[in-house]
């Protein structure tokens, strides 16, 4: 699998934009690009994901650069509810079935 | 619809027991994960099936480990004999079907601790 390189941690102030950075330089053509995030005491859950073109979804947005290799998960407006870690996963059809988590970004939002 | 539901939410047993954690995807389904997470490796697949049939056991730490799934609204995850390295948070996932562009929807977790 490609692997992917998350920041181990950020911070935001509440009622901010995050933008969340994900690096897969060795990303294939068929690998979709999907973000979870695991809430304290929670499963995972899933978040976004995208290809090629930059998706919207109702939680945020997902911006992927031309050549595919770094992507950026944006929260609009941070709530303390969103302080989890955020994984970013390569998936292909070789790997479909299995979510390859790595240590993901731990964001903490401050009030 | 109610998720994916786990059972039990916490299981504290002693060194040696057998322990059976238990699972329902959501209706509908046809794919059926078990990750196990610890601290010092994350969320790693155990298992994973589909329309019931086990596709890849490749991450089940051992034989003492064994996962069933008897129809499509049932599974297990049994451990015996249990060790003191078992202790981990055990998460049960359910998908459409099992292809890069759908999302797995997870359940709240199984905590087990062996003693």
């Known amino acids: 699998d490609a692997k992917t390189t998350q920041p181990n941690s950020m911070e935001s102030n509440e009622e901010e934009p995050v933008h969340l950075p994900c690096n897969h330089s060795t990303i294939s053509g068929t690998d979709y690009i999907h973000w979870y995030r695991q809430l304290p005491s929670q499963g995972p859950e899933y978040v976004i994901h995208?290809?090629?073109s930059n998706v919207n979804n109702r939680m945020a947005s997902l911006a992927i650069a031309e050549d595919r290799k770094s992507s950026t998960l944006i929260l609009h407006r941070a709530t303390l509810r969103d302080a989890a870690v955020y994984y970013c996963i390569l998936r292909d059809e070789q790997s479909g079935y299995a979510l390859n988590f790595g240590k993901g970004t731990s964001l903490l939002v401050t009030p | 619809d109610a998720g994916v539901i786990q059972s039990p939410r916490h299981e504290v047993t002693e060194m040696g027991q057998e322990v059976t954690l238990r699972c329902k995807p959501i209706s509908g389904h046809n794919s059926l994960f078990w990750y196990r997470q610890t601290m010092m490796r994350g969320l790693e697949l155990l298992i994973y099936?589909?329309?019931?049939?086990?596709?890849?056991d490749s991450g089940m730490p051992e034989d003492r480990f064994s996962a069933k799934m008897p129809n499509a609204s049932f599974s297990t995850l049994k451990i015996q004999p249990s060790e003191p390295r078992d202790s981990a948070v055990y998460f049960c996932?359910?998908?459409?079907?099992?292809?890069?562009?759908?999302?797995?929807?997870f359940g709240p977790g199984t905590r087990l601790t062996v003693l």
């Open positions: 995208g290809l090629t």
């Open positions: 996932a359910s998908s459409p079907a099992a292809v890069d562009y759908n999302e797995q929807f």
């Open positions: 099936f589909n329309n019931n049939v086990p596709i890849d």
